[in-house]
């Protein structure tokens, strides 16, 4: 069945460092591929998305790559800070952003200042 | 910025009995989720509702839960004879044509 999977599991980074985080997907019909913040006792929030006809998506310090030869998408955070820590989730979709999000299982950044 | 709302944001019930979890969707949405996360785990898709219809629901959705769009803004989820492995946060989530936005969330305790 469709499967997202997120790695890793966690990652401790010092402030001002790169932070990177893979998922890899199963369904080949995927389109649509969000990530998703989610601090402590709150709701995920949309951070940036990227679809299927974009090779790469940038958003100040926030980036997305997508090889859908691989079927893998990363996240990239540049010159993290304390605030950018929390839990980041990956998702995937066959029907755009109007379908069932498939998301991974989640990374917890720590970012120590 | 208009915002998904969820009520109750806590809700505590014995097992078997009945719950009913509220959601307020963004006004001009068409689509609406529930998903679900058990405690320290990932967020799981539910159904998805739109036209007034199920248009997918996963393996986790069985008989024992439903959903309904009452009137014109609210979306529930019901969940009959809860179990322990029911205990989770619930999310309800409405998009347009673009993302998909979440509610706060009601965590289902169920003892």
């Known amino acids: 069945g469709e499967n997202v999977e997120q790695h890793p599991s966690t990652l401790s980074v010092q402030e001002g460092d790169s932070a990177v985080i893979k998922c890899t997907y199963s369904?080949?019909?995927?389109?649509?591929f969000p990530w998703y913040k989610q601090e402590l006792g709150k709701r995920p929030q949309l951070i940036i998305d990227?679809?299927?006809?974009?090779g790469e998506k940038k958003d100040q310090r926030i980036a997305v790559t997508l090889n859908k030869t691989a079927k893998h998408f990363s996240l990239h955070i540049t010159e993290t800070q304390p605030e950018d820590s929390a839990v980041y989730f990956c998702?995937?979709?066959?029907?755009?952003?109007?379908?069932?999000?498939?998301f991974g299982q989640g990374t917890t950044l720590q970012v120590k200042p | 910025e208009p915002e998904v709302t969820q009520t109750p944001s806590h809700q505590v019930t014995q097992m078997g009995q009945e719950v009913i979890l509220r959601c307020v969707p963004i006004?001009?949405?068409?689509?609406f989720y529930w998903y679900r996360q058990i405690l320290g785990q990932k967020v799981e898709f539910l159904v998805s509702?739109?036209?007034?219809?199920?248009?997918?629901k996963s393996e986790i959705f069985d008989d024992q839960f439903s959903v309904e769009r009452p009137d014109g803004s609210n979306f529930t989820l019901k969940i009959r004879s809860t179990k322990l492995e029911d205990s989770a946060m619930y999310f309800c989530?409405?998009?347009?044509?673009?993302?998909?936005?979440f509610g706060p969330g009601t965590r289902l305790t169920v003892t």
């Open positions: 989530a409405s998009s347009g044509v673009n993302e998909q936005y």
């Open positions: 369904d080949s019909a995927s389109n649509y």
């Open positions: 990227i679809r299927s006809n974009v």
């Open positions: 998702a995937a979709s066959s029907t755009s952003n109007t379908g069932k999000l498939i």
């Open positions: 006004s001009n949405h068409l689509y």
């Open positions: 509702f739109y036209n007034n219809e199920i248009s997918e």
